[in-house]
C-alpha cells in the first residue's frame, strides 16, 4: 500500500483530478483511498493590515479565552485575471489581493462579514452576522443594506450565500444554532424580491453551493459536521433533506464549492483541510495546510477556473493548490 508521503509526492507535481482520471493520471488504483496533498501558501495579510491586540465583539464571543485575534479572513472571491478578494470578519473588512499579492484595504464598516460573492453588475453582495445581506459596489466604494431585515425582525446571523444562474440569491442565517437549537435557516431571495424559507431547522447553517444541474442544494451544517443535500423541486420547495456527508472534529465544515463535474470541495474549520467530495458521497482527496487548522473559505479561481484558493483563518493566510477540473459556471460570468 502506498504510504500518505508517497501519495502526496506523486500528486504534487500533477493538477488533481475527480476519480477515477486523477488516480490514473498519477499512476494510483482508482479504487484506492483518498488522495493526500499539501497545499502551498499564496499570500498571508500584511502585518500593517493585521490589528494586534485590538479586542472586537466578535473574538470575545467566538474566541473564549483566547487572546483577541487581529484579523479572521474568509469570504473569498477569485476573479478570472488572478485577483483576489477577501474580508475579515472582526473588523468588518474587505480587501482586494493583486496578482503582485499586494493587500488592498477597499472598505471597512461596523460589521461582522462572513460569505461573499460577486454580482454580473459588479457589486459585492456579503453575507453580515451583525448587518444582515450589504453591497460593495467597487466603483463608489459605497458599503449599502441590501437586505436588513424581514418582516420587520432582524436575523438571527448571516453566514454565507450564493447565486444561482437566474438570478436567485440562497444565503444562511446561522446565528448562535446548533445542536442545542436547531432552528437555523437558509433562504431563497428571487430577483422580484421574494424571499423563500427553504429550511428551519438547520444545525448551523454555514457554507452553501448549488450543483451544476441547480436541482441540489448543499448545506454545511457546522454543528452537526455535516454537509446536508438539499433537493429543489420545480415549484420551489423541497423534500427528503438528508445528510450527504459527515465528518468529525471540534468544529466542522464550513464554505462551499464545487467544481463543473459535481466534485464538492469542503474546507473544515477544525481539520486544517479542505476534503474534496465525489458526486456519490465519498472522499476522495483531503488538500491539507502546511499550517494552522482553521481551514474556512475555497474558491476555484484563475483564468481557467482549476486553482483551488483556500482561506486559514488563524493565520490570516491564503492557500493554493492546482484542480484538475474548472469550476460551475457561475451568475457573476454572465454578460
Not at 502551498?40 to 494586534?52: F, S, V
Not at 470578519?89 to 493583486?98: K, M, N, Q
Not at 461573499?116 to 453591497?135: E, V
Not at 449599502?144 to 420587520?152: E, N, P, V
Request: one cysteine or more.
Amino acid at each position: 500500500m502506498l504510504s500518505r508521503r508517497t501519495v502526496a509526492g506523486a500528486l504534487l507535481g500533477a493538477a488533481l483530478l475527480p476519480r477515477p482520471r486523477a488516480a490514473r493520471a498519477a499512476g494510483l488504483d482508482p479504487d484506492g483511498p483518498p488522495r493526500l496533498v499539501m497545499a502551498e501558501p499564496y499570500t498571508a495579510m500584511p502585518d500593517a493590515l493585521r490589528r494586534k491586540n485590538t479586542p472586537s465583539e466578535w473574538s470575545t464571543v467566538n474566541k473564549v479565552g483566547q487572546p483577541p485575534v487581529d484579523s479572521f479572513i474568509e469570504g473569498l472571491v477569485a476573479e478570472a485575471d488572478g485577483t483576489l478578494y477577501c474580508v475579515d470578519i472582526p473588523f468588518g473588512r474587505l480587501f482586494r489581493i493583486a496578482l503582485d499579492r499586494t493587500w488592498t484595504q477597499l472598505a471597512e464598516w461596523d460589521g461582522e462579514p462572513n460569505g461573499m460573492t460577486r454580482h454580473p453588475d459588479g457589486r459585492f453582495f456579503i453575507a453580515d452576522y451583525k448587518q444582515g445581506l450589504l453591497t460593495f459596489d467597487p466603483a463608489t466604494g459605497r458599503i449599502a443594506t441590501f437586505l436588513g431585515r424581514r418582516d420587520s425582525e432582524r436575523f438571527k446571523g448571516l453566514n454565507d450565500l450564493t447565486f444561482a444562474l437566474n438570478g436567485d440569491l440562497y444565503f444562511t442565517d446561522q446565528g448562535q444554532t446548533g445542536l442545542q437549537d436547531p432552528t437555523g435557516r437558509v433562504y431563497r431571495l428571487r430577483p422580484d424580491g421574494r424571499l423563500d424559507t427553504i429550511l428551519s431547522t438547520g444545525v448551523s447553517p454555514n457554507g452553501l453551493v448549488l450543483h451544476p444541474n441547480e436541482q441540489v442544494l448543499f448545506v454545511s451544517m457546522t454543528r452537526d459536521n455535516a454537509v446536508w443535500r438539499v433537493p429543489l423541486f420545480p415549484d420551489g420547495s423541497t423534500g427528503k433533506v438528508g445528510r450527504f456527508v459527515s465528518f468529525h472534529g471540534v468544529s466542522g465544515p464550513d464554505s462551499l464549492t464545487i467544481d463543473a463535474e459535481g466534485t464538492l470541495l469542503v474546507p473544515h474549520a477544525s481539520l486544517g483541510s479542505v476534503f474534496a467530495i465525489d458526486p456519490d458521497g465519498e472522499i476522495v482527496a483531503r488538500i491539507r495546510a502546511p499550517k494552522g487548522k482553521t481551514v474556512t473559505n475555497a474558491k476555484l479561481g484563475g483564468t481557467d477556473r482549476k486553482t483551488l484558493f483556500f482561506t486559514e483563518s488563524s493565520t490570516g493566510t491564503i492557500l493554493t493548490a492546482p484542480w484538475g477540473v474548472a469550476a460551475r459556471r457561475q451568475y457573476a460570468d454572465r454578460p
